[in-house]
């Protein structure tokens, strides 16, 4: 941005509309138009909550077509009420002011997103300026670095390689040009800037009462997401560029990667010791090296002599096999390398500008790179994985797609590398890398997940990417990249994550133990219990550093790590229930507090990294993890209980019994209570972890890997407490079966009652058979022995005084049902 445009842009006060100066508002049956200047804004509603916003620079609108929203929903609009100034739709009011500046609010009048004067042009490219309240903050925008909240800072969207990235680098991998504001009168909103240019925001880092943000070239076309809560928001930005599918249940499991397992027998070798120390692990990676020289698509018959045999023993041990696929394609020529001989003969390759095909170094050396923008080649690099697929690869790790380029100080091809697009509602035209550089990546993994989803139409596809664009998360799962083995490291790893969540990309994943470097005992068994929390639980490290599987650090870290692992797998249930809401509803699996909790914003603790699995498990991890010193969580009102005793906890000092102090000293270190705080000293062999009250808890007896039914009955923890639910949801966890009724979903609910409690098993829904026969129940808070029946029969229970639980075992609910409880 130059220094003019900006010195012009921050000298625009906030909007004024006198009422005589007007401006030339033109109404639409679904919206409004007015005049900006030189330019047009055009707004419709798609919905009552989310506002399409376009604006022709001279008077035309661009192109109408988007690699993120498919042409169905950007086709989506309501009837709106016209006003003189603008419109209304049943939840918004937008106006114009008399320079054509926008100003949305809810129907009370709170503002929910203003600009502060009309759309600045330098050339092709452009500023929009909004009004940025004190007290709003904003997340979002993907994976960037920099902690949680946005404000104050300045980011640039370019996918970029960015080995070792530090704590404040920009860009880095993915490129999400999405934030929610949280925090300002109207509520919280989004704003999705959809060009795939280097688009550019600006939180207020310049102008602290300015938010601004734009692009070099490219479309003005952007979405405003009404609220007012910051999930409204994301379930919408995901109608918008759609929901991540559901996960086959095994990449919940622990995955175990290291770059690289150099042959089938160290393969083999890490698999046994998983099992013999029994580390629950459901899947094993192969990085580049299992590869012939680094070409996609090939197989190093030295080093793995037989990879379909491999990975079938695996499989019998309950490990799948996840292989990397990176994009460049050798330029292998007269070598019989069949990827790079049929994408010549039919021109599937991205060219330069003079016509010829671009080449550049990456791990295979000279590449060629395929030309994703063409639906034909995404058919294509689908049809290849035909051979992973007959061999049983469980799913495809597209890396380097940023793209990455060897030896060249940009890291990427040149701007003016020419791609064809020919797909969806594209006008078939060519169009420069600068163009196409953010979104090539998720046109990659489209392209993989396409062609997994058809060669084996009745499985779920599981792709996993580095870099990505909005709306990636309908095909891919994603990591932070080549992170540090470092603790800024870890505490950023949980930022990126939960700002993926809220960006769709719910399925996020960092190296466990950090990918450069090599962690210290302490750090790895650290990022193991906070990665065990993660919606993708990966250990992975770099070439050339200390090895990083669990049992690296002797028996006693291999202890503790063993129980975080453990307790995710037991957890598997809740996990795999958060996973399909995601998919229904675009809700992430791991949250902000102020997700589920709005007051947690208000909340003095440090909750920089504290963090919601679901609404029911709130994770709270030391301010500075490297730091023995005590730390207070904060919990949100409702009331909270230890997650590892069951115990109450964070109730005021003075209403607290004893033994509910003794608990929380169990669980957390040496805790006291102080209201609704607790103070930890932290543990290298704890983490505190609370549950909601007002939770139904399921978990599943202990097993090593997904694959293996679980031995026992269901466990259904109640905490009680307000708004009491928990949701139980299961399938086969592999095929598409869950689609056409193969799925069980119900709803379990508890109240108090004047002597007890009734929990109601809600009517069953889907044909799915589960795996328990019995659901075992216990009860949290109980005091003394209690009487239970479950319709007219009785129910023998056990209360347990000094863990304060009715515990007791039900057949399968299968219908619905009240149980009800009575204290005796
Ligand atoms: C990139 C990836 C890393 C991988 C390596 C080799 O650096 O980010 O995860 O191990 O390439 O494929």
Redesign the pocket.
Known sequence: MRATTLLAMTAVATIAMPAAVRAQVTPRPDGAEARQGQAIVRVVALTDSILRVRIGRDGAMPEDASWAVDRATRARSVAVTPAADGFATKAVRVRFGADGGLRVEDLAGHVISADTGPVRFDGKAFTLAKAMPQGEHYFGMGDKTGGLDRRGKTFVDWNT?A?GFTGGEDPIYKSIPFFIGVGGEGGSYGLFLDNTWRTWFDFGHRDDRTLAFGGPDGPIDYYLIAGPTTADVVRRYTDLTGKAPLTPRWALGYQQ?R??YMSADELRAVAARLRQERVPTDVLWL??DFQDRNRPFTVDKNAFPNLKGLIGDMKGQGFRVVT?T?LHVAKAEGQGYAPYDSGTRTDEFVHRADGSTYVAPV?PGPSVFPDFTQAKTRVWWGDLFADQVRMGVAGAWN??NEP?IFETPTKTMPDDVVHRIVSDDFGRRTATHAEIHNVYGMENTRATYDGLRRLAPDERAFVMT?ASYAGGQRYSVT?T??NLATWDHLKLSVQQIINLGLSGFSYGAA?VGG?AGGPSADLLTRWFQIGAFYPVFRD?S??GTPRAEPWVDGPEHLAIRRRFVEERYRLMPYLYALAEQNARTGDPILRPVFYDYPAAMRMSCDQSWTFTLGRSLLVAPSPSPEQPRDYDVCLPAGGWYDYWTGQRAGVPQQQAGPGQIQSATQATGVATVLGDRVTVTPRIDTLPVFVRAGTILPRQPLVQSTAEVPNGPLQLDVYPGEDCRGDLYADDGHSMAFTRGGFLRQAVTCRMTDNGMTIAFGARTGRFAPWWKQIRMVVHGWQGAGVVSAGRRAVAAQGDAAAGTLSFTLPDQRKAGDVTLARQ
Do not use: V
């Open positions: 390689d080995f990667s770059y690289s990085d580049i990397i990176d791990w890396d380097m990455a580095r990591w990249g080549d190296d990918f992975h770099a070439k």
